[in-house]
Every structure is written in structure tokens, then in C-alpha cells.
């Protein structure tokens, strides 16, 4: 009998033992299911495409064997917005001097103004924009180009643009200007959402790191990154 007592008891604390690590186990799984990553934003994360002529105002120019020029806007730009909602676009037969307004770009009321890269006349725009705005931000090379510009001074004004391995070095000091920018402008404005912003593991940028900013955050970007490099 006594034998028979110590069998259950044993039997017993075995099976309680083993309840308590599965439901240790399934909370554990629940945490990780529920956890969701923050995607950073760094010079790696940046599409940039060879034969392409880039300039200071985020935008890139490549020129076409008819002789016209298609133009965009650059994946770094993109990456800080977030994903786009609406576009303000030229018409063909506008004309455009480089440095003058080209694109406005408007993500849930919140807007940038974009530069033209070179002078001409818009021969035609991207139409799929006007439906599907986000198409800029997933293939910005590629389906998601603005305009096919005539160009009126292409010789000189090529000139004054980067290519690839030059715009690599460039975006470096853009990355640097973007963290003070972040962090001072959190500094300013006490923002209590600026926490998921600059990561803690080696000071990364969150992608899309304008997306959840007022239109004050997004004035101040376009004076001090886009204004200035006209």
C-alpha cells in the first residue's frame, strides 16, 4: 500500500511538472507569433540602378536611344515617405527648367515637393501613377517612371548629375544628415513617437521613418533636404 501511495505521488508530480512547461512552451510560442520585426532603413536597403544619372534633388534621369529622357524619383526618397497615396503630375507638352517643381508627392495629406532634374518639355507621363500611386514606390526604376521629357540642355545639365558609384558615396552623407535631422527635430518637438524611430542596436533608421510625422515634419524635410539642393 505504502509502495502504491509513493507511485502515485511521483506519477503525479511528473504530470503537474509537465502541464506547467507546456503552457510555459505555448506562451512563449504566442509571444513570438505576435512579435512583429521593424524594418530598418540603411545605405543597403537603397535600390540604385547602373546607367542611371541621379541628382541631389532625389530624383534620376536616363536617357532613352530616341533621344528623350525618362525621369523619377530615387529609392532613397521613397523609403523615407512610406508608401505613396496620391501625385500631383505634369502634363505633356509642359515645360520645365531643371531645379523648378516637376512632381508633388502626397502621402495622407502630407506632401514633398519634387525638382526637375534637367530643362525640357513633357512628351508624355505615367498614366498608372494617377491609379496606383504605390507602383513609384515598389518599382521606381522600372513601372514606376513619371515622365518622358524632350530635353533642352542635356549636354550641359548631365553635367551636374551624379552616376552610380559616385551617388553611393553621396547617399552616405545623406544617411548621416537624416539621423541628426531625426534626432533633432524630436529634440524640438518632444515627439513621443520618435522611440521606434532610431533603433537602440546600433542607432538604425526605421524605414518609412517620415510615415507617422505630422505636416510640420515633412515642411521642415523638404526646406532642409530638397529646397537646398536645387
Do not use: C
Not at 39 to 60: C, Q, R
Not at 126 to 154: A, C, H, R
Not at 180 to 193: K, L, R, Y
Amino acid at each position: 500500500m505504502v509502495i502504491l501511495i509513493v507511485i502515485a505521488f511521483i506519477l503525479g508530480s511528473l504530470t503537474i511538472d509537465a502541464v506547467i512547461k507546456f503552457n510555459r512552451s505555448k506562451k512563449h510560442k504566442v509571444s513570438v507569433l505576435t512579435s512583429t520585426p521593424i524594418k530598418t532603413f540603411n545605405e543597403e536597403s537603397v535600390s540604385i540602378a547602373n546607367g542611371v544619372y541621379y541628382d541631389k534633388t532625389h530624383t534620376w534621369a536616363f536617357m532613352e536611344k530616341n533621344g528623350l529622357v525618362k525621369i523619377g524619383v530615387d529609392d532613397f526618397l521613397l523609403h523615407i515617405t512610406g508608401s505613396l497615396s496620391k501625385l500631383k503630375m505634369k502634363k505633356p507638352g509642359d515645360k520645365v527648367l531643371k531645379g523648378e517643381v516637376v512632381l508633388s508627392i502626397n502621402q495622407n495629406g502630407k506632401q514633398l515637393n519634387i525638382f526637375s532634374p534637367i530643362s525640357g518639355t513633357v512628351k508624355s507621363s505615367n498614366n498608372q501613377l494617377v491609379e496606383e500611386s504605390s507602383l513609384i514606390n515598389s518599382s521606381p526604376f522600372n513601372d514606376g517612371w513619371v515622365y518622358m521629357i524632350e530635353p533642352t540642355n542635356w549636354l550641359r545639365e548631365v553635367q551636374l548629375l551624379f552616376m552610380a558609384d559616385k551617388y553611393k558615396e553621396w547617399l552616405k552623407s545623406e544617411f548621416a544628415r537624416l539621423k541628426d535631422f531625426i534626432a533633432t527635430i524630436g529634440q524640438i518637438n518632444n515627439q513621443s513617437e520618435l522611440s521606434p524611430i532610431i533603433l537602440q542596436d546600433g542607432g538604425e533608421l526605421k524605414d518609412n521613418v517620415l510615415e507617422n510625422f505630422g505636416p510640420e515634419v515633412w515642411e521642415e524635410f523638404q526646406t532642409r533636404f530638397i529646397n537646398t539642393s536645387r
